[in-house]
């Protein structure tokens, strides 16, 4: 029997701020309006997850026992998600983020402080997160106790995601868009133990060194492609890229490489981007747990991240299965040429 679909990782408090734009060093920006969300993998995937529906979500994380920890907890289990694998920690601080979002373009900026995600670790995973089909985690490189070096697997998370492999389940990473030189040396060991590696076209290109975009700023499907086999031969399962344009896939199995141009949207439709690589990776398991073809499992990726980009939050356009399935009905796609 299916046992649903465990959200593991950073828990976050997002304030976020509404700016006009984002200025040059020295320079001013007019804030229009600040609010707080929730914010990270947990709640993030875990939510657009819980609300498209038919499949059980656990969450399983570190918080402090303080304002924003409440916060996060408290919405997370009106939402249906069991949150007996979140541990609260009195004197400790819950992770928070300062998202700076440009009114107009959604493009955002983040200024974060680790808070408890930097000592949640393998001994916080208890019996009851372990019990699922797949389990996902993020991020990697915000993760400290994760991300700490391991001399037989290269970091902890990369032997964890051993384990849990070695126990029939399937395992999927996030990773959160960074520059710093350790990029490489913290995310490689873990693509080896992942069925599933749900990275932007940001992240995948600095795991493998290769620019994943033309000179004049489109996406190269072609080196796309080479990057995603590049994530097969390390060891992942399948390999999911996602940017603005499109979703693609690479599966070791199969050896296909799919690739499904994402919704050509108004402007005026867009609100924000803050959550929406969470929302097509919750998009994407959710495809993957339902037994979706790599194919489908991009088409409806495509649409929760859609839906994720008419609220200025990580949340507040996640929406049912049925709701979010007429997103494909009422835009066009894309085309790659």
Do not use: W
């Not at 069925?195 to 080196?223: F, H, K, Q, W």
């Not at 998009?283 to 991009?298: I, Q, R, V």
């Amino acid at each position: 029997m299916k046992k649903g679909i465990t959200v593991a990782g950073n828990i976050i408090a997002d304030i976020i701020k509404m700016i006009d734009l984002y200025p040059e060093k020295g320079r001013l920006s007019t804030i229009y309006s600040v609010s707080k969300s929730v914010g990270g993998c947990v709640p993030n995937t875990g939510v657009t997850l819980a609300r498209l529906g038919g499949v059980p979500v656990k969450a399983s994380a570190k918080a402090g026992a303080d304002e924003n920890g409440r916060f996060i907890l408290d919405l997370l289990q009106k939402e249906g998600i069991d949150i007996g694998s979140v541990s609260s920690v009195a004197g400790a601080d819950t992770s928070f983020t300062d998202v700076m979002t440009v009114q107009g373009t959604g493009e955002r900026t983040f200024f974060n402080t680790k808070g408890t995600n930097a000592s949640f670790c393998p001994a916080d995973v208890d019996a009851n997160a372990r019990d699922c089909s797949i389990f996902h985690i993020g991020y990697i490189l915000l993760l400290d106790a994760f991300d700490a070096a391991d001399s037989r697997f290269g970091t902890v998370l990369a032997g964890f995601l051993h384990d849990l492999q070695e126990k029939g389940i399937k395992t999927s990473i996030d990773v959160v868009s960074n520059s710093a030189d350790r990029f490489r040396e913290k995310v490689l060991p873990a693509l080896k133990y992942s069925d599933y590696a749900v990275l932007n076209e940001i992240e995948a290109g600095l795991a493998t060194g290769i620019e994943p975009r033309r000179a004049d700023g489109s996406p190269d499907l072609d080196r796309v492609e080479r990057i995603a086999r590049a994530f097969l031969r390390i060891g992942v399962k399948k390999a999911v890229i996602h940017c603005p344009e499109g979703g693609f896939c690479a599966d070791a199995a199969s050896g296909a490489f799919t690739a499904v141009p994402s919704l050509l949207l108004p402007r005026d439709y867009i609100k924000g981007a803050v959550g929406a690589g969470d929302a097509f990776s919750a998009g994407f398991l959710y495809a993957a747990y339902k037994g979706f073809s790599d194919g489908e499992a991009l088409e409806f990726a495509s649409l929760t991240a859609a839906a994720n980009l008419s609220s200025y939050d990580s949340i507040g356009g996640a929406r049912a299965f049925a709701e979010t399935t007429k997103l494909g009905r009422l835009y066009p796609r894309r085309s790659f040429n």
